[in-house]
């Protein structure tokens, strides 16, 4: 079963606008890492934050971590054309360290 | 710098045919390497990792298999194709076994006719 789960599956804003993904999981992690996708593309990182930490900003980005509630968001803020692509959530959870991805979100971000 | 090359960027293959995928890493080494999956509009499903050479991790049982020839080369094989065995394979490394950040492959999309 998918760890990540990214809501929505698909997201369409104005170039400008701030864009919001979440992601949920189901068990303890150690980190969560959002990684992001171009059409027909390898992964790219973004940001990873750790279970004992609350937030984290990068950029344009910002992540948050609810433990509590097994989820995080990724806001990035003044989107741009170029932000189109798709958004993956990745947990680990084990002590190999293997991540597991959810589905992604698909961002449109209309000029 | 660290760089991946990943090869071929597509393929087209009958089924029941063989396969081979090779993905190198350079500019450093002992590399955590991975190969994923991705099937349309799906995540990304682990299939094998390695913490070095000969040392094949299976996460799924399937018609594929890896192997790690050398420190920073990983191959992605099958001997008979499968039609489910089409999609967009991914290798990637990592610097150690905590996986805090992977680095991928521009991927390999195979079509299996």
């Known amino acids: 079963s998918q760890q990540g789960e990214e809501d929505p599956q698909a997201l369409s804003i104005q170039e400008g606008e701030n864009a919001t993904m979440n992601c949920s999981y189901k068990t303890s992690i150690n980190n969560l890492q959002w990684y992001r996708q171009n059409s027909g593309r390898g992964l790219v990182h973004l940001i990873l934050i750790r279970s004992n930490e609350r937030e984290k900003h990068s950029g344009r980005l910002r992540v948050t971590l609810d433990t509590s509630k097994k989820s995080s968001s990724l806001l990035i803020t003044a989107s741009r054309a170029a932000d189109t692509a798709s958004y993956f959530c990745a947990t680990d959870v084990g002590a190999n360290s293997k991540l597991t991805f959810g589905k992604g979100i698909t961002l449109s971000v209309r000029p | 710098s660290q760089t991946i090359h990943q090869w071929p960027a597509t393929l087209v293959q009958p089924v029941g045919s063989p396969l081979s995928l090779e993905c190198t890493v350079e500019?450093?080494?002992?590399?955590?390497l991975y190969w994923y999956r991705q099937a349309a509009g799906r995540g990304l499903q682990l299939l094998f990792y390695s913490v070095g050479i000969g040392q094949i991790s299976s996460e799924v049982p399937q018609n594929l298999s890896a192997s790690r020839p050398q420190d920073r080369q990983f191959i992605l094989s099958s001997k008979k194709l499968l039609l489910s065995d089409s999609g967009f394979y991914l290798c990637?490394?990592?610097?150690?076994?905590?996986?805090?950040?992977?680095?991928f492959g521009s991927g390999t999309q195979l079509s299996v006719l």
């Open positions: 990637a490394w990592s610097i150690d076994t905590r996986a805090e950040k992977l680095f």
């Open positions: 500019g450093t080494s002992n590399p955590n």
